[in-house]
């Protein structure tokens, strides 16, 4: 019997924490948070614009016939 009120009060004791712990707020991220994820946003994006610049000047290379020149001896 003493157990069965030792694993009650075990019980009863651990979903006590869980029920205070769910009520907690956070104050959210602050503006220098956003600064930060802004920052490097924008190093990825100035990146993005040479490697599309050098993608499309490649396709158009792997689509574009060769010119075969010949030069005429006299």
């Known amino acids: 019997m003493k157990t069965m009120k030792l694993l009650a009060a075990m019980i009863l004791g651990s979903t006590s924490?869980?029920?205070?712990?769910?009520?907690?707020q956070s104050d959210g991220a602050g503006i220098l948070t956003y600064l930060f994820i802004g920052f490097f946003a924008l190093i990825i994006v100035s990146?993005?614009?040479?490697?599309?610049?050098?993608?499309?000047?490649?396709?158009?290379?792997?689509?574009?016939?060769?010119?075969?020149?010949?030069?005429?001896s006299r």
Not at 17 to 24: L, Q
Not at 58 to 65: A, D, E
């Open 17 to 24: 924490a869980a029920y205070a712990a769910s009520n907690a």
């Open 47 to 72: 990146q993005l614009v040479p490697a599309v610049i050098l993608f499309v000047g490649m396709v158009k290379g792997l689509l574009s016939g060769t010119k075969k020149v010949t030069v005429k």
